[in-house]
Structures are given as C-alpha cells and as structure tokens.
C-alpha cells in the first residue's frame, strides 16, 4: 500500500466523480447501523472498503471493486464503508488511509489487511485464499475470540488480557443512580442485566473493553455503568426493564427525557461506535479567533495541529467579504471539530514574522495553512479558498498524513505574534488623499 494513500488535495479532485456504490451494483454499503448484523454476527467471509468519496485512489479502485462483487456475488460478500458519513465504523481498526481494504474472516474480532494488488482479478483471487482459510480454521475446531463468555455474572470479564478493565464499568445502585447518572453532566451507557444472563455473560467482555477505549477517546465524558436489575429493582422498574441485558442511553444535557433504547452492535466495536456517535453531537466547536496576541496563538497551537487563514486586506472587499471568510472557516471549525484542532485567522501583513515563518504572502490573498508546533512543520493549502476546495486538505490532515506541500518551520524560529488591537468589524476608513494646488507649483522655467 502506498505510504501516502489520497494526499492530493487539489481542486481537480472535485470535479472527478465520488466513489460511491448504490443497490444497482453488488457491492454492499455499510454504516453503523449493519456493520455489526451483517459482518460481525455473520458466519461469512467479508471483504469490506473503507473509502472517502474525495480520494483519487479510491474513485480509480470503484470499478474493479464492482467487478470483483460481481464475481464473487454468493460466494463472498464484497463491501464498502464512506468514512466521510460513517468514520465511527472504521475507528477500531485503526483506518488511516484510503482506500484501505481488509478481511473479515473465521474470527470478526481481528480482520486481516488486504496486500493484493487493486485489480479485479487480484481481488477475487485474495477473497478465494481467504475463503479457504477460513475453512480450514473451522475445521480445525478454531475458536473466535469474539465468542467468549464469562461464568462470573456477567461483570468480571474483560481484564488486562483483553484490553480492557472492567474497573471502567462504573457499578450502578439504586442508591448511587441518580447523583451519578441523572444528575451528573456526562453521557451515560447503561446495561441492566441478570447475574445468571447467559447473554449478560457474553456482553461482559465486550462492555468493559469499550468502556476502557470510550473512556480514553472522550477523557471520560462518556461512562459505561451496569446496574445488577435482579437487586436494584427500584431503578430497573422505572425504566421497564423486562429483558436482558437491555441498555439505555442517557444523553448529557437530555436527562430530563426518555433515555435512548440502545440500537447498535454488541461487541466491542459497536458499543465503542455508537457511544462515540453521542459524546460528538455534544462537543463545542472551536471558535475561529483573530491572532492579535502571543497568548491567542498559544492556545491555538501548542496543543495539537492548528488552522490559520490569511485574509485579504480590509480594502481588499471590505467587511462583507472579511465576514464571509470568516463565516466559511466557522463551518469547517464545526464540521472538523472532533479532531480539536484550533482555528484563527489575521489580515494580511498585519503579522509579518508569522507570515515569514510560514512562506506566506508570495501567492497573494488569502491563504490557509496548518501548522503542528510539536512536529515543527507547516502545510499549505495550495487549492481554492472555498469550502469545497479546503475540505480535501483537512481531511488529509483528519487521517494523519502528510501533505505535498509539508515544510519543516526553520530551526530556530518559533511563531512570533506582534499585540495589536482587534478588528472592528467595520469597513476601513476612507483614504484621505493629499490635494495640490498647482498655482503653487513652482516650475521649472527651462520645461
């Protein structure tokens, strides 16, 4: 697989055609709400996609995928996932490049990578040689390590040597439900089972692996509680518990309403999905704030990756156009606001030793640029300052690659903010042009 899978982000990639399947063709479209009933719980071979509609790579990959569903059409299943509208989906494997391809085989908890080459006939050729290893681990009487329980009550399961901790399943009573629950101010997912639950058994494993990996993807705003229904029948009753396990969801600044019935998956990954899909509607955007002070660019910066835009000079369109710039990185700063990045923005030439550090200002007005300070490297937007034309180079930056246009900031140096007032959100005051009067020119006798 190539090193630097997508890294184009020029405008031309827009006007391609997106790598999109639909119901016409044999490929299988994924999202949260399938992967797990029809891959995970599936005795079948998948072959699964996971693409960006914006990636070359993956619109060139689109017809020879088709062709390989076709072939393999009652023989193997034959995928694909759009990371763009379902990224939870492809988060516990790790993706990080498109397209990337991988085989869900025997055992579903550890898919294996596709090294083929692109090609229809190399595909339908690696789809057969898996087929045929996963017989053979049937066989043999292999065991899935997915398929685990626990004779324990269901809530010892998942230790160190599954890679979770059921120490990160907060146990819930009837006596401690309310304050931490209802009245504390995180998103909850809450499992009520029976000690004697064959399938709270199973879930055990499972929920305290999600509740370790939740817990460290949302610096423990998303908690994972169980509540032993069999005891705290107080608790059990208000919520209609009649089967288990049932889980519930219960949404930060929602408490007041009726929890969500939880509709997702039952391993790891779909707990790990869909807790994820509720901790992200609820985080605050970053605002997009003029660099006027060293502080500002601090708070930007220091922590991560950080997005800063050069504006035109206020008399170069006026606060209208100076709005709408800034209007446009306000949507992008919400529509990327899980990767916590900062956002800002300074007029032109209003910070000449940033803009030295960074190459700015040889191409002209505006301009967009992410800087890590921690790698010490910068890149350039070089296409459209549009929406559609930014969007492609963010997201390069959301799967953490690198980009053509990558510069290492000179050693030595280090981003310096000159304090200087903030904009005023108004128009430049007019131009005061000097007059002459030409009865007082004293001329040159000889012209």
Not at 56 to 81: D, F, M, Y
Not at 221 to 242: E, W
């Amino acid at each position: 697989m190539d090193k630097f899978i997508c890294l184009t982000v020029l405008l031309s990639l827009l006007s391609l055609s997106s790598a999109a399947y639909s119901s016409a063709d044999d490929v299988v479209e994924l999202d949260a709400s399938n992967f797990q009933s029809e891959v995970i719980d599936s005795d079948e071979l998948w072959l699964i996609e996971f693409y960006a509609p914006w990636c070359g790579h993956c619109q060139r990959l689109e017809p020879e995928w088709q062709t390989a569903a076709s072939n393999l059409k009652g023989i193997a299943n034959v995928a694909a996932v759009n990371m763009d509208a379902h990224s939870s989906v492809g988060a516990p494997y790790g993706i990080r490049g498109f397209p990337t391809i991988k085989i869900f085989g025997y055992d579903k908890s550890s898919p294996k990578d596709y090294q083929g080459a692109r090609d229809a006939d190399a595909i339908t050729e690696g789809a057969m040689k898996a087929l045929k290893d996963m017989v053979k681990e049937r066989a043999s009487g292999g065991k899935k390590k997915s398929s685990g329980g626990s004779s324990s009550g269901g809530r010892s399961s998942g230790g160190s040597s599954s890679g979770g901790s059921s120490d990160d399943v907060v146990t819930l009573t009837d006596a401690n439900f309310n304050e931490l629950v209802l009245q504390g101010d995180d998103t909850w997912l809450v499992e009520f089972y029976a000690p004697w639950c064959g399938h709270c058994k199973n879930l055990a494993p499972h929920w305290a692996r999600a509740a370790t990996e939740v817990k460290d993807k949302t610096d423990g705003q998303v908690k994972l509680g169980a509540l032993d229904a069999t005891v705290h029948q107080a608790t059990a009753s208000k919520y209609g518990i009649r089967g288990y396990p049932s889980i519930k969801i219960f949404r930060k600044s929602f408490k007041s309403e009726t929890p969500v019935d939880y509709d997702g998956g039952r391993d790891t990954s779909g707990i790990v999905s869909k807790a994820m899909e509720y901790f992200e509607e609820n985080i605050e955007p970053p605002t997009v704030d003029e660099l006027v002070s060293q502080e500002i660019l601090d708070g930007k910066c220091t922590k991560g990756i950080c997005i800063l835009a050069f504006l035109p000079d206020i008399y170069d369109g006026g606060k209208a156009e100076r709005n709408r710039y800034i209007n446009m990185m306000t949507v992008l700063a919400d529509k990327f606001k899980k990767q916590k990045w900062g956002w800002g923005w300074s007029a032109a030439a209003s910070q000449s030793d940033l803009e030295k550090t960074l190459n700015i200002g040889g191409s002209g007005y505006p301009m967009l640029v992410a800087m890590n300070l921690r790698k010490e490297v910068f890149a350039l937007h070089m296409g459209s300052f549009s929406e559609e034309g930014i969007r492609p180079f963010l997201h390069v930056l959301t799967y953490g690659q690198g980009s053509r246009n990558t510069f290492p900031i000179p050693k030595g140096t280090s981003p310096v903010i000159k304090a200087m007032e903030s904009w005023n959100g108004e128009d430049g005051p007019p131009i005061q042009e000097e007059e002459f009067d030409l009865d007082d020119f004293k001329w040159d006798d000889e012209l």
